[in-house]
């Protein structure tokens, strides 16, 4: 099978600077992730070929579209890059068909029309061809631009802010929609977002830009569970986050039961059948934690740990704890004070309580799951 891993090195002192690499496989999604003006609309760009860089090396699979060193800057339209910004940009005076079909020139004339028909139904969108982007919701105009972009059979799709001109119940169908499409285009896919939600729901990797640089980088499993990633904390709040399979739904008592490596959880019930996989989010703050375990309390998980690390924030009085739950990282967010009640240490045992209304569930099995058009 071809190598098609998505290679990037970036270097610039301005106007936005930059100083990253990384790396994104066949399949898997990067989220790019940090405050404005950190850098994650120009690393979208620079791939694309839409800004130019003093320093840089950008390879997709075993070619080359950026080598600085060698003078080699592929144009836009010689890189296989399908790109979705927040605003469509799609042609207000092509129906939809058209529009999809304007990323069809590298295509004999006579597959075109079918082949945009086939995209169409990709993104649920069969039916809709002969109507223009003003006739059209937010929800379907992106996903116009979606297939316009998949319309390139691109070997990288970058996507940047693409929910955000969507209201939140549209934004989740389209999530649904995006990790379904991925599972089935094996390609690079790169995601900006300034909400948190967007990678919980889709990075399988994590890029934590500040000021230009990678204040952390690696699996979201591994990022999420750092205690010491303070763009995180400062912006969105620390929470694990990790993947769960649903064993058990028990509507008397409305619970839903989640087996991971680390235990069992409960949380509200949801409409997922058993046997579906999700991604689970434990914000640090509703983490609590007990040297024994509790009687005669209303929450239902309670988790044996050990404590893997302790990280003092320099500019607070909260500390983040961070547990081991059977190979699975947890992080709770704690006082100072408590720390030296509980006389926190490296290594020593002790429990984490969770309040299953505190618990996110994110569904990710659409073999289970369907999508539901937006």
């Given at each position: ?75 836009t339209?010689?890189?296989?890059v ?134 952390a ?42 087996a ?17 996989r ?17 009687r ?40 100072r ?16 309580l ?21």
């Amino acid at each position: 099978m071809p190598d098609r891993t998505l290679r990037v090195a970036l270097r610039q002192a301005g106007p936005v600077p930059l100083d990253v690499a990384f790396r994104c496989g066949s399949g898997d999604v990067l989220g790019i992730f940090g405050p404005s003006g950190s850098g994650k609309t120009t690393i979208l760009r620079c791939i694309a070929g839409l800004h130019t860089i003093g320093d840089g090396l950008i390879q997709a699979g075993s070619e080359t579209w950026l080598d600085t060193s060698q003078r080699l800057a592929l144009p836009t339209h010689r890189r296989r890059v399908g790109f979705v910004v927040q605003e469509y940009a799609l042609f207000p005076h092509l129906n939809v068909l058209g529009n999809v079909m304007a990323a069809l020139g590298h295509r004999p004339r006579a597959e075109r029309r079918g082949r945009a028909h086939r995209f169409l139904e990709m993104v649920h969108l069969t039916g809709l061809g002969l109507r223009y982007p003003a006739a059209l919701s937010g929800g379907e105009r992106q996903r116009v631009a979606l297939a316009r972009a998949l319309a390139r059979e691109p070997d990288v799709l970058l996507l940047d802010e693409p929910f955000a001109a969507v209201d939140r119940s549209v934004r989740r169908r389209l999530q649904d929609q995006i990790d379904e499409l991925r599972r089935t285009l094996d390609i690079p896919l790169l995601l900006v977002t300034h909400d948190f939600d967007d990678v919980v729901r889709l990075a399988t990797h994590l890029l934590v830009l500040e000021q230009g640089r990678a204040a952390a980088l690696g699996s979201l499993e591994e990022v999420t569970s750092r205690p010491d990633v303070d763009v995180l904390r400062e912006v969105v709040g620390l929470g694990s986050s990790f993947e769960a399979d649903i064993t058990r739904v028990d509507p008397h008592r409305g619970l839903t039961e989640l087996a991971f490596s680390g235990g069992t959880l409960f949380v509200a019930a949801r409409s997922l059948a058993p046997g579906a996989r999700v991604r689970v989010r434990i914000p640090a703050r509703d983490v609590v934690l007990a040297l024994e375990q509790p009687r005669g309390v209303s929450l239902h998980n309670v988790l044996e740990a050990a404590v893997a690390a302790i990280h003092v924030h320099p500019d607070s009085d909260h500390v983040t704890v961070q547990l081991d739950l059977g190979g699975v990282l947890l992080l709770a967010e704690v006082t100072r004070d408590a720390v030296t009640r509980l006389a926190l240490a490296v290594g020593m045992r002790l429990y984490a309580l969770v309040k299953s209304v505190s618990i996110e569930v994110r569904g990710s099995d659409h073999a289970r799951v369907p999508a539901v058009s937006a």
